[in-house]
């Protein structure tokens, strides 16, 4: 699957968005290395803490289904704002641990679009090497 194509499958995935809160809507879509998808929007809840982003619904749906991060090929992150939206610092975190640090992340309002990854948005992660288990 091309680049242009994950990003199409995001924006799909941005149909499903439920954010009657912030009006701002994401999609994800999760391509892993054996073709199969996943797909992640943004879901409000009234109290905040409880929403939670199209890329963490995504990637945790990949989890959910046996997959791991040497599994994934890539990531695309799309949302309708103004701006080229990128991860929320609790995204940030959770995608250090559950992807490899080099995998790509597409990022895409529909009018511009960024490859970047993990080690690029967090730098000096805090991870598992850091913890005394």
Do not use: W
Not at 11 to 21: D, G, L
Not at 28 to 53: P, Q, R
Not at 63 to 87: C, F, M
Request: aromatic residues 8%.
């Amino acid at each position: 699957m091309s680049n242009e194509e994950l990003i199409k499958e995001a924006f799909k995935a941005m149909k499903n968005a439920y954010a009657p809160y912030s009006n701002y809507h994401v999609g994800a879509c999760v391509l892993c290395k054996d073709g199969k998808t996943f797909y992640g929007a943004n879901i409000e809840n009234a109290s905040y803490g409880a929403t939670n982003c199209g890329e963490r619904s995504a990637v945790f749906a990949a989890y959910s289904n046996g997959y791991r991060k040497g599994d994934i090929e890539a990531l695309a992150i799309v949302t309708d704002g103004g701006r080229l939206g990128t991860p929320c610092g609790i995204c940030r975190q959770v995608l250090s641990e559950l992807l490899e640090q080099k995998t790509p992340i597409l990022l895409s309002n529909g009018k511009e679009t960024r490859i970047t990854n993990i080690s690029e948005l967090l730098p000096d992660q805090f991870g598992v090497d850091d913890l005394s288990l």
